[in-house]
């Protein structure tokens, strides 16, 4: 079944708007992690998050374990914010390998 | 400090050819990931090894191989590329077990004609 959905899977914004991107997991985990993939392609770690809030700037998420989410917000958005966002999750138990949703893909218009 | 970096980075095959990509990470971790991405999929692991002398099949590993070749370096190899192939593939490592926190190359564009 589907271990790591998140949503919504489009997304398009006008620079300066605030944006919250969602990620249920099916499972008890160890870890959660956000990724942001630009234009270009690169993968960039976000967050490693396994519960609680960390902020990054106009950034932050939140993950909350024993509900079975995370949070991604964006605050004041730009251009440079444009890209697909993925969540990975590390089960709890099992052989510990990170699997990922399929992407939310944010498009941010100036 | 490179972190993961992958080799090629582009490369163009014709069906049944072989090729081998590479990647190394110099982060002194013990567990290194080969996924591939594909347009609305989000990535699927092919293989890992979750440490050095160990590798294991992930969610998509038919028509590959790989190797651990040390600690820094984890390859994978298409024996006779398919066009179903063609993808984008991203090495990762990580510390693995329960921390499982990733770190990825810049990714190998892979074309199978």
């Known amino acids: 079944g589907i271990q790591v959905e998140q949503s919504p899977p489009d997304l398009i914004l006008q620079e300066g708007a605030n944006s919250t991107l969602r990620c249920n997991f099916s499972?008890?985990?160890?870890?959660l992690q956000w990724f942001h993939q630009n234009p270009w392609g690169q993968l960039i770690n976000l967050f490693y998050i396994p519960s609680g809030t960390k902020q990054n700037g106009r950034l932050s998420a939140t993950t909350v374990a024993t509900e079975r989410y995370s949070l991604l917000y964006i605050s004041s958005s730009q251009t440079t914010d444009s890209g697909v966002y993925f969540c990975?999750?590390?089960?709890?138990?099992?052989?510990?390998?990170?699997?990922f949703g399929r992407g939310t893909s944010l498009i941010v218009h100036p | 400090n490179a972190g993961v970096t992958q080799t090629p980075k582009f490369q163009v095959l014709k069906t049944g050819q072989s090729m081998t990509l590479q990647c190394a990470q110099d982060m002194n971790h013990n567990s290194m990931y080969w996924y591939r991405q594909d347009p609305g999929m989000g990535l699927r692991l092919i293989y890992y090894s979750a440490s050095e002398g160990t590798t294991d099949k992930g969610e998509v590993p038919n028509g590959y191989n790989v190797s651990r070749l040390n600690k820094r370096e984890f390859s994978l190899r298409l024996e006779s590329a398919a066009p179903s192939q063609t993808s984008v593939y991203f090495c990762a490592s990580g510390w693995g077990g329960i921390t499982g926190e990733l770190f990825f190359g810049e990714g190998s564009r892979l074309t199978v004609l």
């Open positions: 499972d008890s985990v160890n870890n």
């Open positions: 990975a999750r590390v089960p709890a138990g099992g052989s510990y390998i990170p699997t």
